[in-house]
């Protein structure tokens, strides 16, 4: 199981048997290089480790004084003496970045945590009468016998949510121990689950003022960025052009005070290009800047091997750019980057707060001027509907959703009318028994009792982080893309410091009318060239179907996938429809072709891929040379 | 060819459903047939069927609401 995962952890590996388990684990050097070899063995207890406590030299401090006693000076070690320290009671003090298996050998019971946002993914799998963990699915495929299987009902809540709930994934009896959980394993039972952290749960105090508020924020992301510098080899930083990652950068800078790498996507489209923004960030913090350009080509060329690892479907073809990149990063040799990641779900960033903020207008009474001026700043391209005579059609778009906004999972309203179109393409005799109808119902269990009391955009935000970002974003963007080439992506934006105090913020300081990130505009915006603060909103295209799809004919790896015949032998789609699909893209442009239908390429394409790398499983053996740890107990 | 037919192959063939999974008298966007676009591209149908040019004011649920109000809008357009 570890050799599916080696791009994870190239630099060594190690195992630990005894007669209850085995631990084994795959190691990415960063901290500590030469002392930090995995799994960790002590008297007490044997931790396997995937992440970072950025704060580890505080927490090592607190356990001296508590008359422990270090052999390294890595981060693993503290880790694993906090949790023999305080048990579980430790996971809420670090900050960072985690998922670990520590064998608690004195109880004998294995326990299994993962960091609050789920930055580090977790699965386990029980099987046989044993219970498998491993940070990507794809290693469970190397058990005897076990081969992924689809569960159709969490494939369409995937599809409709861009993500499953709670502990499952869209393949059967694979679970994934959700962010800010710890669960406890005795034998090959989960003998209890609890939940360390929920996002909103604390009462961080609200600034006095806007101007405090900047203060107060400026302050402790750049203590964010300092806490994700601690590194043993050099740190990088993702530059896309966007605001959030020029204050990254810009913090970078201030606190390294020398040169760092900076990395950017460039495309090749000048539709999607945003090199000039990235030039402007690079020539003010002067990084030793690297860029990555992309074309349609690399898309359609690439997107299979991205799909290797990304492993479930995906809406847009966002995380292909991110695969490349992360191959660069490693090119350079550069194993971290810092990204700005969450920022646009922290202070408002996404057109769904608009949207929801636009239908409370009307419903508390708006005239139509107004909810039109509305939308020409939610749309000022309105590439969508081709130009601004079809304005109305947006109206009576949205008009539907009116009084639909005060219900608890309400944010979620438009991705689940939008996206349940996928129910047609599922295959009818594949027996997905899930009813969308009770979707809502399912996500309200997910959100807090006290949901009610909250403002909307707080709840909308609660929603985007759980589903979203936490399990997609952060996944098949995120965490698998830069692994894929062995990086690790930190995210400043992620430290709970910040998500806790952004979270009670007033509305107005991060939505201020429709000015999305109107605070971290006002606390950074004076370091930061203007056209990147107040940059205008990009036109929307269809470059999955631009990549896929050309002059109306799938391109040869397309047609591949979406064959008739390999619709039918993987049976995850409907063949009539995705035949009406083909067809209606070789009648029309692909400029005339919306949103939804895009996004539906990207699932059934990706959905395929992934079913071809479970049919086809890559063999791997790991390098004698780099075992560093082979230990056996009784 | 009839309205309401020619219009029905329409979202058939463009919006991957089957005729008798259209609610005639239901919004086509409240059934989840059709994202915001698909109205665009309905009313690209009507100007290339019909000649109809729909004008801002004519972009309402009234007009577009259901198949049963598009056929009518078509028909008054028509007479």
């Given amino acids: ?634 | 060819m009839d309205i309401k037919y020619a219009l029905v192959e329409f979202l058939c063939k463009n919006f991957m459903v089957d005729e008798d999974e259209i609610d005639l008298n239901e919004s086509l966007i409240d059934q989840g047939i059709i994202d915001s676009f698909g109205l665009v591209e309905i009313s690209a149908f009507l100007e290339s069927a019909y000649g109809i040019v729909t004008q801002q004011e004519q972009m309402v649920r009234d007009n577009f609401g259901s198949v049963h109000k598009i056929v009518a809008y078509v028909e008054r357009w028509r007479s």
């Fill in chain 1, 1 to 634: 199981m570890l050799a599916p995962l080696e791009h994870r952890g190239p630099d060594e590996w190690g195992v630990y048997v005894n007669s209850h388990l085995a631990l084994g684990h795959v190691r990415l050097s960063i901290i500590d290089p030469t002392g930090g070899h995995q799994p960790m063995n002590s008297f007490r207890s044997t931790i396997a480790y995937n992440g970072e406590v950025y704060n580890y030299i505080e927490l090592r401090r607190e356990l001296r004084a508590l008359g422990r006693h270090f052999q390294t000076d890595s981060d693993t070690e503290v880790v694993q003496q906090a949790m023999e320290e305080w048990g579980v009671a430790a996971l809420p003090k670090f900050n960072g970045q985690f998922a670990f298996l520590f064998w608690d050998k004195r109880n004998k019971q294995l326990i299994a945590a993962r960091d609050r946002f789920g930055i580090r993914p977790l699965y386990y799998l029980p099987y046989k009468g044993a219970v498998y963990f491993a940070s990507e699915m794809k290693a469970f495929d190397a058990l005897p016998d076990f081969r992924r299987t689809w569960h159709p009902d969490n494939l369409l809540i995937h599809g409709v949510l861009w993500n499953t709930l709670d502990a499952h994934t869209v393949f059967k009896d694979v679970q994934s121990l959700p962010a800010g959980c710890v669960a406890v394993f005795k034998g090959q039972e989960k003998v209890d689950l609890q939940t360390y952290y929920q996002i909103g749960a604390s009462a961080a105090e609200v600034p006095a003022s806007f101007d405090e508020a900047t203060l107060q924020l400026k302050a402790l992301l750049q203590d964010a960025v300092r806490l994700r510098l601690r590194s043993d080899v050099p740190v990088g930083c993702y530059l896309s052009g966007g605001i959030d990652s020029s204050v990254i950068t810009l913090l970078c800078k201030a606190v390294k005070k020398e040169r760092f790498k900076s990395f950017s996507v460039v495309f090749d489209d000048e539709t999607f290009d945003e090199s000039h923004y990235q030039d402007a960030m690079t020539a003010l913090i002067q990084s030793d800047h690297h860029a990555q350009t992309i074309d349609l080509d690399h898309i359609d060329k690439h997107f299979l091997d991205a799909a290797y690892f990304f492993e479930r479907p995906v809406f847009r073809t966002a995380p292909l750019p991110l695969f490349l990149l992360s191959k660069k990063v490693r090119q350079e040799g550069i194993k971290v980057v810092l990204t700005g990641e969450a920022a646009d779900e922290l202070f408002c960033g996404y057109d769904t707060f608009k949207e929801m903020k636009l239908l409370r207008a009307w419903e508390e009474g708006a005239g139509r001027e107004d909810i039109r001026k509305i939308l020409f700043q939610l749309y000022p391209h309105l590439a969508h509907y081709g130009a601004k005579d079809k304005l109305g059609f947006l109206e009576m778009y949205y008009e539907g959703f009116l009084g639909k906004t005060g219900g608890p999972s309400a944010g979620l309203a438009i991705r689940i009318h939008n996206n349940q179109v996928l129910s047609k393409y599922l295959n009818k005799d594949w027996g997905v028994t899930f009813r969308l109808d009770t979707l809502e119902t399912l996500v309200e269990a997910m959100l807090p009792a006290n949901v009610k009391q909250w403002p909307v955009l707080r709840r909308n935000q609660f929603l985007e982080v759980k589903t979203l970002l936490s399990g997609y974003l952060l996944s098949s963007q995120g965490d698998r893309m830069a692994m894929a080439h062995s990086v690790e992506g930190r995210f400043p934006f992620l430290d709970h410091r910040i998500v806790d105090w952004a979270f009670n913020l007033p509305e107005t300081y991060k939505l201020n009318g429709l000015r999305e990130k109107h605070i971290l505009k006002e606390a950074f915006g004076r370091a930061l060239p203007a056209a990147i603060v107040d940059r205008p909103k990009r036109p929307y295209m269809a470059p999955e179907l631009a990549a896929f799809i050309r002059n109306g004919k799938p391109t040869e790896k397309t047609a591949y996938f979406l064959d008739d015949q390999r619709i039918r032998d993987y049976g995850l789609f409907d063949p009539k429809m995705v035949a009406r699909l083909l067809f209606k893209y070789r009648r029309r442009g692909i400029r005339d072709i919306g949103y939804r239908d895009n996004m539906l390429v990207s699932f059934i394409l990706s959905a395929q891929m992934v079913e071809y790398w479970i049919r086809h499983p890559q063999s791997r053996r790991l390098t004698d040379s780099r075992r560093q740890v082979d230990i056996m107990e009784q």
